[in-house]
């Protein structure tokens, strides 16, 4: 199925280039409240009523305008990275949503990709499983309207042509490849609302299983002027498989996160060039991050005993702290990352990477703070089509649920 792209047509691609979790959540998508800048390290203050704080801010996240959306029916996003398989259920909400159903699980689909050039057995398998309670969810949800995505594993296997028609044939579901620019512009749509109010130029980065997108942006109107964006193919797994382990002492760790960093660096040279003029600006630059990575560090700088969602998403954190907690979790051992609350065995082996490559995206553009969200391309996806307000054709929402 078709997305519909905001008004951003001044983008330039430049010259060079878990655990399930299945729970019903019930919570509104909105802006946080202003930060406290006096105290540089505090969590955002955070009105208690978010029905109305959900309905106090206008467009409420900047979807592009387009006929109303069917009110009652339930739209979805399924966002298969090569990381995660991620599902968001919701009904629009005025001019927000409330999610109905939410799911996600750790699949690792790109496991051995980046030596193999292949999606293994054992990870197709492990995705199909997480898909097929996917479908569950969307069926028994009555879903109206879906969009469901793959990204950069798909996009990089030479077998992801004959997963995807695996996928279809075995869930029903109809995955659509989407190219680095689109996961990026979704992205950006699902998330900056987020970002620190403030003027100046705003870099908004994705760092996902297989792949980074940056994107620089102008914030102005309802969605954001994309002026520039580069998707480089290191995430959290790839980079893991690229460098060679030196897990035994803590300078063979230290060791290996450096050379993950010039990995990413080198990589990010040409969009680091481009964009080296606006990160001079006299004006206060900004800064936002969606990704396992980011928030799993929030919840570390937080000391959180578990993960919560309402405490992360919208947190504004020091970038010196989060350059502080990535040094720290390098030089650890994976079993002691894994007994550190929000980080466990799942994600142990995978966060250096993320914290390498955070750490390289802070070389390139310094901000003083780092934006926290916990929302994406789901979002993206769900505003994209709530806001399209398109009406499928006689027996379309019965085949959203069975074919997404």
């Known amino acids: 199925m078709a997305d519909f792209s905001p008004p951003d047509s001044d983008r330039r691609q430049g010259a060079r280039g878990g655990k399930t979790s299945g729970k019903v959540a019930d919570f509104r998508y909105k802006r946080p409240a202003p930060i406290d800048k006096t105290k540089p390290g505090s969590r955002p203050a955070r009105r208690s009523d978010a029905r109305s704080d959900a309905h106090s801010n206008g467009r409420g996240g900047g979807e592009p305008r387009g006929a109303p959306p069917h009110r009652?029916?339930?739209?979805?996003?399924?966002?298969?990275?090569?990381?995660?398989?991620?599902l968001l259920i919701a009904r629009p909400a005025g001019e927000n949503f409330t999610v109905i159903d939410a799911f996600s699980r750790v699949v690792r689909l790109g496991e051995g990709l980046a030596m193999s050039?292949?999606?293994?057995?054992?990870?197709?398998?492990?995705?199909?499983?997480?898909?097929?309670?996917?479908?569950?969810?969307?069926?028994?949800?009555?879903?109206y309207l879906a969009r469901s995505?793959?990204?950069?594993?798909?996009?990089?296997?030479?077998?992801?042509?004959?997963?995807?028609?695996?996928?279809?044939?075995?869930?029903?579901?109809?995955?659509?490849?989407?190219?680095?620019?689109?996961?990026?512009?979704?992205?950006?749509?699902?998330?900056?609302?987020?970002?620190?109010?403030?003027?100046?130029?705003?870099?908004?980065?994705?760092?996902?299983?297989?792949?980074?997108?940056?994107?620089?942006?102008?914030?102005?109107?309802?969605v954001p002027r994309i002026l520039d964006w580069q998707s480089v193919p290191w995430g959290v797994v790839s980079l893991s498989d690229m460098v060679a382990r030196g897990e035994r002492t803590t300078e063979g760790r230290l060791a290996r996160y450096a050379e993950m960093r010039r990995v990413v660096s080198e990589s990010f040279a040409p969009f680091a060039e481009r964009i080296a003029e606006a990160a001079r600006t006299k004006r206060e630059i900004r800064l936002l991050g969606t990704s396992g990575t980011v928030t799993t560090l929030a919840s570390v700088h937080l000391e959180l005993p578990q993960y919560d969602r309402r405490a992360v998403d919208g947190l504004i954190v020091p970038s010196d702290d989060m350059?502080?907690?990535?040094?720290?979790?390098?030089?650890?051992?994976?079993?002691?990352?894994?007994?550190?609350?929000?980080?466990?065995?799942?994600?142990?082996?995978?966060?250096?990477?993320?914290?390498?490559?955070?750490?390289?995206?802070?070389?390139?553009?310094?901000?003083?703070?780092?934006?926290?969200?916990?929302r994406g391309?789901?979002?993206?996806?769900?505003?994209?089509?709530?806001?399209?307000?398109?009406?499928p054709a006689p027996g379309r929402a019965a085949q959203a649920s069975k074919r997404v």
């Open 72 to 86: 009652g029916q339930a739209y979805a996003a399924l966002d298969l990275g090569t990381n995660n398989c991620r």
């Open 377 to 391: 391309i789901r979002e993206g996806i769900l505003r994209s089509l709530m806001a399209a307000g398109v009406t």
């Open 323 to 374: 350059r502080t907690i990535s040094a720290r979790l390098a030089a650890m051992s994976a079993e002691e990352r894994g007994r550190l609350p929000c980080i466990g065995n799942d994600r142990a082996e995978l966060v250096v990477a993320g914290c390498a490559i955070l750490e390289a995206i802070l070389d390139i553009w310094p901000a003083e703070r780092l934006g926290v969200a916990d």
């Open 149 to 222: 995505v793959a990204t950069e594993a798909c996009r990089r296997a030479a077998n992801g042509a004959e997963f995807i028609e695996r996928v279809r044939q075995e869930t029903g579901i109809v995955l659509d490849v989407i190219s680095a620019q689109e996961e990026a512009r979704l992205a950006v749509l699902g998330c900056h609302i987020l970002l620190e109010r403030g003027e100046g130029p705003a870099v908004i980065f994705d760092i996902g299983g297989g792949s980074t997108e940056l994107v620089l942006i102008e914030p102005e109107g309802p």
């Open 117 to 143: 050039g292949r999606l293994s057995d054992a990870a197709m398998d492990r995705a199909l499983g997480a898909l097929r309670v996917c479908a569950e969810k969307l069926r028994r949800r009555h879903v």
